[in-house]
């Protein structure tokens, strides 16, 4: 079983996971796991914000 891993921002699929690496996932504060898909943020996204949020805490 394979779970695709989306971009919460975008909606970009960035990849697939398989099944065993999907409790490591589980660990991960910034995935969320809904039905066979994984939410997280794409990396431009993800750079994207860590721009926005160093910019809001100035
Ligand atoms: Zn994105």
Known sequence: MYMFKVCRCCDAIIGEIEFENIQKLKADKTMDLIGNV??????????ELEINQRSFYQ
């Open 38 to 47: 994984a939410y997280t943020l794409c990396p431009r996204c993800m750079k």
